[in-house]
């Protein structure tokens, strides 16, 4: 059954380092990788919009603290049964929750983790403030809970992240080439990432360099548009 409620599959093998930090996401970095001497208390709340870095940021957090992913699944069983295993918890998209009455199982799994110093990270793309939560006593441990916002990144983040993701593929790529793919892209890093690969392997067939010209003949030259 914890086979059932557990994922203990992790999303990258990363460290810290791999982490750009930027002033949109430095809160969440430095609460995350100083657990756990900067937590007064037993979980903390990450939310932004979609690519923003929540996953991953939390990929290196389960890392660092030794917590499990919670599936769907285990809100229909004791929360208790939880804690057979000697971890902490993630629970990624929380607002994908609101279908099903989670308001006791949370609000047990919050007293639980207090009890047997646990720890926990929910991630959500929606603020907690919006959050639909009917049970005044789970409302109230939620709001004592530090809820970090990872605001979407700016035009030199998302430079800074090319910059690294090129390195990281062994891509060789200019700054003013990178500046023009992010110019012709979805403004992400998963579309970055991809796009950069779907890039170097058509380079690789061509044995080409991946240039402005290049870029232009596999990129569509509208925004939010798929590629040819």
Not at 27 to 52: D, F, M, R, T
Not at 163 to 172: E, H, Q, T
Not at 202 to 225: G, H, L, W
Request: net charge negative.
């Amino acid at each position: 059954m914890i086979q059932e409620i557990f994922s203990f599959h992790q999303v990258e093998n990363l460290d810290w380092n791999d982490f750009i930090e930027s002033e949109e996401n430095r809160e969440a970095v430095a609460c995350l990788s100083c657990w756990p001497k900067s937590w007064h208390s037993n979980g903390v709340i990450i939310y932004g919009a979609p690519k923003v870095g929540k996953t991953h940021i939390a990929s290196l957090w389960a890392q660092t603290a030794n917590a499990i992913y919670i599936l769907k699944a285990a809100f229909s069983e004791n929360p208790r049964n939880l804690f057979d295993a000697n971890c902490n918890f993630v629970i990624d998209n929380f607002d994908d929750l609101a279908d099903i009455d989670i308001n006791n199982w949370m609000f047990d799994f919050f007293n639980i983790c207090r009890e047997k110093n646990r720890f926990f990270l929910l991630i959500s793309r929606i603020s907690p403030s919006i959050w639909n939560i009917k049970l005044k006593d789970l409302r109230s441990r939620l709001q004592t809970l530090p809820a970090i916002n990872i605001r979407s990144p700016n035009d030199d983040l998302l430079l800074k992240i090319a910059k690294k993701l090129s390195k990281d593929f062994g891509i060789s790529v200019t700054d003013e080439t990178l500046s023009y793919i992010l110019d012709h892209i979805r403004r992400d890093v998963p579309t970055l990432s991809a796009t950069l690969r779907m890039l170097d392997k058509i380079a690789m067939q061509k044995q080409k360099s991946i240039t402005i010209p290049f870029v232009r003949n596999y990129i569509c030259t509208e925004k939010d548009e798929e590629f040819h």
